[in-house]
């Protein structure tokens, strides 16, 4: 008996369910793709003369999925509070401890939690702050992948269907590849500037 139909037949309205899994997987999608985008934004910088139009594009398009990764994050947190199977609480939402589900990987989702809240600040505090600190706290969206990436293998009720464990391989293979690309391009951007 899988977990989808263990759920379903003890949840009496499994609508909050759907749509905490729905939101779920939406918000793990749009932030593989904002840290996608950042990332090639990152590389197309590191170029000797970027394209301003294709900068633009990377941007806006960065910024609007940073957005609606937020607000699937905030309708997959409300829908657990009126999800009935689930007694999660505002505070099992903010506070990693005493969780009702899983303990560890739902402390891993509140910490992943905390830690994009403090890189979309640092976006929308930018022109406020010093570039070091806006790139070094933008250097936590790896950590908030990492964290959303175990949360979801680890708490999701569809990790063990084959088209979960194809999204989280395919999402981590694609920014490992990215970050690698990224890591490496940098000193010959450098090079080639000099």
Avoid: C
Wanted: hydrophobic letters at 50%; aromatic letters at 12%.
């Amino acid at each position: 008996m899988t977990a989808f139909t263990t759920l379903a037949a003890t949840t009496s309205n499994p609508t909050m369910w759907y749509v905490t899994r729905a939101a779920a997987t939406s918000s793990y999608v749009t932030l593989t793709g904002t840290v996608g985008l950042g990332l090639l934004r990152s590389l197309a910088r590191s170029e000797r003369r970027p394209n301003a139009t294709y900068l633009w594009l990377l941007d806006e398009s960065h910024q609007f999925l940073a957005l609606l990764t937020a607000a699937f994050l905030a309708l997959h947190l409300i829908s657990l509070l009126f999800d009935s199977y689930l007694p999660f609480s505002v505070v099992n939402l903010l506070v990693p401890l005493n969780e009702p589900y899983k303990e560890i990987p739902i402390a891993l989702g509140v910490l992943a939690l905390y830690a994009m809240a403090a890189v979309l600040a640092s976006s929308w505090l930018r022109r406020k702050i010093s570039y070091t600190l806006w790139r070094n706290v933008h250097y936590v969206s790896f950590v908030v992948f990492a964290l959303v990436t175990a949360h979801g293998l680890l708490a999701g009720s569809d990790s063990s269907q084959p088209w979960a464990s194809a999204m989280y391989f395919g999402a981590s293979a694609f920014i490992g590849v990215l970050t690698v690309v990224r890591i490496f391009a940098s000193p010959r951007a450098q090079v080639a500037r000099r």
